[in-house]
């Protein structure tokens, strides 16, 4: 169980003057990685970055691509390697994952696939998986699947002879959908935010060979976002945005054998756009960073965009005061002199990079001036900011 030891140690807003580097605008051009980067990137040993950029027609995406960014002295350099038409187009909350080989893995309409090199797919298990997946370090998958009728956390385990299915446990009938990837704990404990009857953190462990779960903690607001974890195991979510009058930052920390709840962060107003679908990334020293598509001083002009053009932001402790710093406020104008190639809207969640600098995607802004091979309002950007 949890003991909730709920604790508001500040709600203080500030702008830090932080630099963000557009680090590479995407266009219409074919072959250089599609257009509108929604999804989270990934990372591999190399650098080289991976995300998924969707192809959008009124209301409906129609098209998605895998682009590849590779770093080089002149810059960076696009390559698509994978492609989808209108079938099984993966959801736009969907990030890939990437092993140690540079294989990438994700879902989509038709199942949970193997992209080889980052290029050949293969449907592992046709079907199965609705959301983002989390390989460990032995290369076992793990994720969630939902077929309409029944719900279960899953386990595939590759080997000589292909994958080995594991269902780890199936929830009763109606129960268990999820609002984020699962998080591995350190003694193979499974952790997640999720729904079977209310919203509540669950813990899945093995007790004499067989999966138990464990809710951990019951959210008020009857909602949660997605799950994040830092190096020392502790678990970061966001609650109240579904209705909720507060919204709110939330850590979970375990001290002898005790989960403990704490409220680190109250946002003032409910903060505009921001993104429940998106994990928080747990930095140095304790501080969480996000994104949301809306809100800051910018102004947008897409017929779907809320007030402002989004905002990094970043919650820690300042002089022991738990404080929103807003990192970047994207202002993609055309006489913005400062920064240019600005991005707007930025859906995904955020990377560190080997240097320690925060990485994103905007779907929207970066270079509007190239003719035929630029959109309207912009192709959309991927960005760096040191936090």
């Known amino acids: 169980m949890v003991f909730a030891f709920f604790c508001v140690l500040g709600s203080t807003v500030t702008l830090a003057a932080t630099k963000e580097t557009a680090l590479f605008d995407f266009t219409l051009e074919y072959g250089n990685g599609g257009y509108f980067p929604v999804s989270t990137l990934v990372m591999d040993q190399a650098g080289n970055l991976y995300g998924i950029t969707y192809e959008q027609l009124g209301l409906w995406y129609w098209g998605a691509t895998v ?21 099984n187009v993966p959801d736009i909350s969907t990030a890939l994952a990437v092993d140690q080989a540079g294989n990438l893995y994700g879902e989509d309409g038709g199942g949970l696939y193997e992209l080889i090199g980052a290029t050949y797919q293969v449907y592992l298990v046709p079907g199965l998986g609705s959301g983002t997946i989390t390989l460990d370090q032995a290369g076992n998958i793990y994720g969630w699947s939902y077929n309409g009728a029944e719900s279960f956390v899953f386990e595939l385990s590759p080997g000589q002879n292909g994958w080995t299915e594991n269902v780890l446990y199936e929830f009763p009938q109606g129960g268990g959908s999820f609002t984020s990837t699962l998080v591995l704990g350190s003694s193979g404990e499974i952790y997640g935010n999720g729904y079977s009857g209310s919203a509540g953190l669950f813990k899945l462990s093995k007790v ?37 009058q507060n919204v709110e930052v939330m850590k979970f920390t375990k001290g002898h054998g005790v989960w403990n709840a704490k409220i680190l962060y109250t946002f003032q107003t409910p903060p505009s756009g921001l993104n429940w679908r998106s994990p ?6 304790g501080s969480v960073y996000g994104t949301t598509r809306a809100g ?44 240019p190639h600005d991005g707007a809207s930025p859906y995904g969640g955020l990377i560190f990079d080997a240097s320690g600098k925060l990485v994103g995607t905007t779907a929207h802004g970066g270079d509007v001036f190239k003719g035929e091979k630029a959109c309207p309002n912009g192709c959309g950007t991927v960005f760096e900011i040191a936090p």
């Open 67 to 87: 682009f590849k960014l590779s770093p080089g002295a002149s810059g960076w350099t696009a390559t698509t390697t994978f492609t989808w038409d209108y079938n």
């Open 208 to 244: 004499h060979g067989t999966w138990t779960l464990t809710t951990l903690y019951s959210y008020p607001y009857n909602d949660a976002g997605p799950l994040s974890a830092d190096a020392k195991g502790n678990l970061y979510t966001i609650t109240g945005l579904d209705g909720g």
């Open 280 to 285: 928080l990334l747990a930095g140095k020293y």
């Open 296 to 339: 800051g001083e910018g102004h947008c002009s897409d017929a779907d965009q809320e007030e402002g053009c989004g905002t990094v932001f970043k919650i820690g402790p300042v002089k022991g005061i738990w404080t929103e710093t807003i990192l970047h406020e994207f202002n993609p104008k055309l006489d913005n002199k400062s920064n």
